[in-house]
């Protein structure tokens, strides 16, 4: 049983028929799920991860004060704070987890205000660049289970992705990256004999082509750290992410820097033939920068278009 499984289970076992009873008339004011910090809020968690902040746990969003009071508020995570210590084998923690609270009784607007910097989840195109995306990834995760009130569930919806703008904008900053790091700089470094700007050069090309596959994929990626095993899960080039770790824990030998060169430029071809799969790409060559030109070209916003093909990245 993973987190997000426990989770809904400690919510429909005890959490569910204590808002029944004790909290009938702010139920509809109420949303329940689990989402947020945390491994197990995208499924990712294992064994490894209940050696700290794993155990039986939901949040209970609530309005603005002029909506639910403070004393309601209050009572409510003293009811809480009650539910049973030990749960399926799994106790509760006494303590707020690492970070702060990631559980319990929280204002709705408070919480999309500290993950995204508005509590409605409406942002300016300047806050979608500036934004995290893997705080745009912890702000949409893990599961509603109940919205009564609806307010979290229009808020998700608001912050589901990147306007298709923002998205052209950050992926021809991305693609350009790629063709810079793995297409022109990379073997350029083997043949200097410089193998640390090489490895330099391999990195930048998997950071980069990492984050254009989940922007043509149209999900945010999340922390660095999950972003492999959420790529291994995405629907399209997914097998990259085998690709990509080829790179990463290869040498650069001069046999080795050929066949990595190679899947460099493999990855590179599938990734355009993704972007004329999906219309962003006008040129017609195996070049990932002329590509990256025609995906910011083909941006309508003319303020837009004309910043710096970078300015998103």
Known sequence: MNGLELSKAFYETVGK??????????????AVGLFGSGS?????????????????????????????????????????????????GFT????????????????????????????????TLGQWFTVPEQALAEATNGQLFFDGYGEVT???????????EVRLKKLAGRVLLMAQA?????????????AAAAQLAVFEFAKNAMAAVFLLNRRY????KWSFRAM????????????????????????????????IESIAADVIDELIEQGLTKATCGD??????????????????????????
Request: proline share 8%; hydrophobic share 35%; charged share 30%.
């Open 17 to 30: 028929p204590m808002l029944q009873e004790r909290f009938p008339d702010l139920l509809p004011l109420l």
């Open 40 to 88: 197990e809020c995208f499924g990712f968690d294992d064994e490894v991860s209940r050696d700290h902040d794993f155990e039986p746990r939901f949040c209970l969003f609530l309005p603005g004060e002029e909506i639910v009071d403070r004393r309601t508020a209050f009572l409510l995570e003293r009811a809480y704070a009650k539910l049973p210590k030990e749960f399926m």
């Open 92 to 123: 509760r923690f006494l303590v707020n987890p690492v970070g702060g609270p990631r559980h319990g009784v929280l204002r709705t607007g408070e919480f999309f205000t500290e993950k995204v910097g508005t509590p409605d989840g409406c942002l």
């Open 154 to 164: 229009r808020i998700r919806e608001n912050l589901r992705f990147f306007p298709e």
């Open 182 to 194: 793995g297409q022109y700089n990379y073997l350029r470094c083997i043949r200097h004999g410089e």
């Open 221 to 224: 990626q999340p922390y660095y």
């Open 232 to 263: 291994r899960a995405l629907p399209k080039l997914a097998l990259h992410a085998e690709l990509l770790e080829y790179l990463l824990t290869t040498d650069n030998e001069p046999g080795m820097a050929e066949e990595k060169a190679a899947t």
């Open 288 to 313: 990932l920068e002329k590509h990256a030109y025609s995906v910011n070209d083909g941006i309508k916003d003319a303020p837009l278009r004309n910043q710096h093909i970078l300015a998103a990245v």
